[in-house]
Structure formats: structure tokens, C-alpha cells
């Protein structure tokens, strides 16, 4: 029993080195942004680890053969000494490292051990990044940050792999079927299990701690890439800060011009920067430059508000607030200082938590709040709102011929009418953009077979700094869209948004699948999946707690690497 348990943590030392080192030996090249400039770099360890491979894998040998497994280390060492005189002793050792790791979890079902200390070993990498960016703010000079810009590279080298996972989660609700179909997740779930677990309990969050954590980062999001030690200048950070300044320039001078700004398409994001701007005594480019302290709290309280609202789950709503506040939607979106897109999300998100309640709990004034709060993000970014509206009616159609009636569709039908008449009264009193106008400015940029994958590498290695790229997101947001549920309304919402979003994601090229994949709400699939992980009694209550650890750790060293590179 002793040499079980010390396997967990040779394996995943021995595993993580291995990975380590077949990346500096194959000389991957990767895209870092820094300091908002996208560099070529190729992978370089600094190190070589073979002969730490060649002790841990002895280790492994003895352990094995005191379980008298005699096969189970003949064959690895008979490959890799095959290997060495073509390969060389760092591949070879690298792979009879991973091929003993590999039989050892397949023979001794050690699946969870393993999990657990390489979810450790990862955590503790991230830790001593997090304590890097952290002291950067301060001015201090950081020993650790040779640690940082490893885990700055192991990010964008694992950004190869977000062009295919992200079309996983955009067709999960094609993929899905096929899978239980073929009965691989139960063949998973069934490796995965170890004959020690038990029934341990689910784990208690505090969804308001969660909740008042997100909002406190997305602040901090906001103003760290300002802290003198990083942007002494005062910089501004966004593209379109050269954008919105003259437009609020104008605004200040003649507040009704907001109706005509940016062809009328955001008047509403534009007449708040001006009403607090004015509130607090800030001229237009000071106004511009604070406009994320108050739109990234209000986008993390409507995601909050949404998930709860729609399920009635304050776990699931807090962890979809934390992992807003410091996921994608804040990165990219300081980065492109994209404000009117921010809250477009948050009246859409706000909305569709009161569409969702309005349906489960026949409330009347839910519902025109959601029609308000919906024909409101009009005027104020109408191509977020299409693709949502699009996804909305997507569902109107699916309950309708699930329950062969339109009863429980007429809050939809009654939502999208009223969206769809303040449309066609914008369109005919102010101009602009309006939702039509939202689609078909779009379609002429459709795209070709050869021309998606190359417009697919550019939108994760090269637009927004590569900040699109967070695979452990990427990859639980699979998980997630996997585990939808398309009996509750909340989540064949997201199903339908997945489904709408992913076929327009196929067919166009430029910026705008990025924009597409920006509006999913990635964070919520990622929320659903964790969730579903630590309220699992058949996972040790060990492995969910450091599940939880590192992907905190490492969300907020995503958010603070982000920004601490926009200047």
C-alpha cells in the first residue's frame, strides 16, 4: 500500500518533466505577447532534466517490482534503450518516463492520485507566478521571474491546441450525441474510478465570499495595468481608446451628439461614461480611461445574476462571476478596450435571467424588464444582441416541437417581438446599426474552407496578444457544454447559443469568429464543469480541493500576466 501511495507523486513530477522536455527538445515556437508586443520565440526549458527522468523512473522500476509487475517494466525500458541511439538520452528518457507513468495508471486504476499531485505540482507553479505579478506593481525586483515567464510560455505553447478545442465546445451539441452513442463516457468514468473511493461528501462554497472575491479582481483588473510600477506613464491601455476619447470629447460638448456617434450604434454606453463622468469631475479621456472600474463589476454581477436567476444555483452563479472577472471576456476585453460590447453583455445577460425566470415562474413584470433591458442593448452594441436573439428564438423553436405546443413559448415570442419592433422604431427614428443591419454588414466577410483554418491560427495566436487562448477554460468549458442538460431551459439556452454561434463561426472570417467566441459565455461552461467535478462523491474530496486551488491560482495569474503585458 505504501508503494501506491508514493507513486502519485513520482509520476506526476516524472510526467510534467517529461512534457517539459520533449517541448525544449522539439524547439517548439510560440507567440508570447509582451508588453503588448507579439514576439516568435521558440521553447527553450534551460535545463535538461534527464538525469532527474532517469532517478524518478528508477523509483518507479523498484515500485513496480515490489508489486512484482515484471512486464509492466520490461516493455517501457525494452523501447526507450531501443530509442536511445536515434533519439538520444532526453527523449528517451522523457518517454520511458510517460510509458511507465502510463502503465502504472492503466494496471494500478491510480488515476486520482496521480491527478492529484500533478493538479498540485501545476498549482504550486502558478502560486510562484502569482507571487511574481503581484510584487511587479510595487516596483520590487522578483527572483521568481524565470518561474513567471515559464508559465507565461507553457500558456502560449498549449496555445496551439485552441483553434480545435474551441471548435469542440462551439459543436458540442453535434459531438455530444455521438458520444453517448459510443459509450466512451462511461468507458472514461470507469478508468477513472479507484477502488479506494468513497462517498466523502460534496463541498460547501460561500457563493457571496465567491461572489464579493470576482467583483473585488475585476476591479483590480481595471486598475492594475495603471500601478506606477508597471505604466509609470499613465498610458492608456485598449485599441479603442483612440476611439472612444475624440467621440467623448464631443459628447461633452453636445450630449445629444451621442445619437449620431459611431453611426448611432452605442449611444447608451456613451451617455453614461458621460453621466458619471460628470458625477465624478472627469474630463472625456480621464472618463474613458476609468470606464472598466465600472463596467467590469456590473458585467460580473449580471453574470452572477443570470446563472441565478435562470437556475436558481448560487454555487454555479458565483463560480460563473469568478471566472468572468478573470477570464477572457476581462482580458480581451481590456485589451481591445471593447466597452460597448461589455455592456451589451451586461443588459443581454441581466435580460435573459429575467426571460428565464419569467418562464419558470409565470412573472409578468420579469418579463418586460427583459424586453427593456434587451431593446436597451440596441443602442448600445446590436451585434452582441443578434447572435443572442438568434439563440433565444433557436430555443422558442425546440420547446415548441419538444412539447408539440407554443404554451411555454409565448414569454420568448412576447421578448422577441418587442425587441424586434424597438429595432424597426431605432432603425426608422435614429439610424444606425440596427439588428438586420448587425447580419448583413457581416455576411460579406464569409470564408472559404483553406481560409478558416489560417483565419482560425490568427484569431489565437495573433489577435488580442493570444489572450483568446485559455485552454484550461477551453477545456473545461468542453466538459461543460458537454454536461447541458437540454431539459432545463437555462442551459438549452446554451445549448442553442453554442449551436447558432458555431455555425456563423464556420462561415466568416476577419475578427468576426473572435467576437463570436468573446460573446459565449465560456465562463459559465467552465463554472458548470468544476461544479459538476467537486459535487462528485466519486472523486476524493482531496483531488476536487486542489482542483479548485489551481485553476483560482491560475485564473488569476491569466488576468494579471494580461494585463500586467497591455502597456
Request: with cysteine; proline share 5%; net charge positive.
Amino acid at each position: 500500500m505504501w508503494a501506491r501511495r508514493l507513486l502519485g507523486p513520482i509520476l506526476a513530477l516524472g510526467s510534467l518533466l517529461s512534457v517539459l522536455t520533449l517541448l525544449d527538445v522539439v524547439d517548439v515556437e510560440y507567440y508570447p505577447m509582451i508588453h503588448r508586443v507579439t514576439v516568435d520565440r521558440v521553447f527553450d526549458l534551460g535545463l535538461n532534466p534527464s538525469l532527474i527522468l532517469l532517478f524518478l523512473s528508477f523509483l518507479v522500476v523498484v515500485l513496480l517490482l515490489l508489486e512484482w509487475r515484471p512486464l509492466g517494466v520490461l516493455l517501457p525500458i525494452t523501447a526507450s534503450l531501443g530509442l536511445y541511439p536515434l533519439l538520444g538520452l532526453r527523449v528517451s528518457s522523457s518517454l520511458l518516463t510517460l510509458l511507465l507513468t502510463a502503465f502504472t495508471l492503466v494496471r494500478f486504476r491510480c488515476v486520482q492520485d496521480f491527478c492529484l499531485w500533478l493538479l498540485t505540482l501545476m498549482a504550486g507553479l502558478e502560486g510562484l507566478a502569482l507571487i511574481h505579478w503581484l510584487l511587479l506593481p510595487l516596483g520590487l525586483c522578483s527572483p521568481l521571474k524565470p518561474i513567471a515567464e515559464l508559465e507565461m510560455s507553457l500558456f502560449y505553447v498549449a496555445a496551439h491546441a485552441a483553434p480545435i478545442l474551441a471548435l469542440m465546445v462551439l459543436f458540442m451539441w453535434i459531438i455530444r450525441p455521438l458520444l453517448n452513442h459510443l459509450g466512451i463516457p462511461r468507458l472514461l468514468s470507469r478508468w477513472m474510478a479507484s477502488a479506494s473511493d468513497s462517498d466523502e461528501g460534496g463541498i460547501s462554497l460561500n457563493p457571496h465570499l465567491i461572489l464579493a472575491l470576482a467583483v473585488g479582481l475585476s476591479i483590480l483588473a481595471a486598475i492594475y495595468p495603471y500601478s506606477p510600477g508597471i505604466n509609470p506613464t499613465f498610458k492608456p491601455v485598449g485599441v479603442d481608446v483612440r476611439w472612444y476619447v475624440p467621440w467623448m470629447e464631443g459628447v461633452y460638448r453636445d450630449p445629444p451628439s451621442a445619437l449620431r456617434v459611431a453611426g448611432g450604434s452605442r449611444p447608451l454606453l456613451l451617455l453614461l461614461i458621460y453621466t458619471y463622468g460628470h458625477l465624478l469631475g472627469l474630463g472625456p479621456r480621464e472618463a474613458v480611461i476609468y470606464a472598466p472600474v465600472l463596467l467590469n463589476p456590473l458585467l460580473i454581477l449580471s453574470a452572477y445574476f443570470m446563472v441565478y436567476r435562470a437556475s436558481g444555483d448560487r454555487d454555479w452563479a458565483s463560480l460563473s462571476a469568478l471566472f468572468t472577472a478573470t477570464g477572457v471576456k476581462m482580458a480581451v476585453g481590456l485589451y481591445s478596450y471593447f466597452l460597448a460590447n461589455m455592456l451589451g453583455l451586461v443588459l443581454i445577460y441581466a435580460s435573459l435571467g429575467l426571460l428565464l425566470a419569467s418562464m419558470r415562474e409565470g412573472d409578468l413584470g420579469s418579463l418586460v424588464f427583459a424586453s427593456i433591458l434587451a431593446s436597451l442593448a440596441l443602442f448600445t452594441h446590436p451585434w452582441t444582441l443578434t447572435q443572442y436573439c438568434a439563440a433565444v428564438a433557436i430555443l422558442a423553436v425546440y420547446i415548441s416541437l419538444r412539447d408539440r405546443s407554443l404554451e411555454r413559448c409565448y414569454n420568448i415570442l412576447i421578448y422577441l417581438l418587442v425587441v424586434g419592433l424597438v429595432d424597426v422604431l431605432k432603425m426608422a427614428l435614429l439610424g444606425g446599426v440596427e439588428v438586420y443591419g448587425a447580419v448583413s454588414s457581416t455576411s460579406i466577410k464569409l470564408l472559404g474552407l483553406m481560409g478558416f483554418w489560417r483565419n482560425s491560427i490568427f484569431t489565437f495566436r495573433i489577435l488580442y496578444g493570444g489572450l483568446l487562448s485559455n485552454i484550461m477554460m477551453l477545456c473545461f468549458g468542453i466538459l461543460g457544454a458537454y454536461k447541458l442538460d437540454d431539459a432545463r431551459p437555462y442551459q438549452s439556452l446554451l445549448t442553442c447559443l453554442l449551436a447558432a454561434s458555431s455555425i456563423y463561426y464556420r462561415i466568416t472570417s476577419n475578427m468576426i469568429p473572435s467576437r463570436i467566441l468573446y460573446n459565449i459565455p465560456l465562463e459559465v461552461l467552465t463554472s458548470l464543469s468544476i461544479l459538476s467535478i467537486i459535487k462528485n462523491n466519486g472523486v476524493r474530496r482531496e483531488v476536487r480541493w486542489s482542483l479548485i486551488l489551481f485553476m483560482m491560482v491560475y485564473s488569476v495569474v491569466y488576468i494579471l500576466r494580461s494585463t500586467a503585458n497591455l502597456i
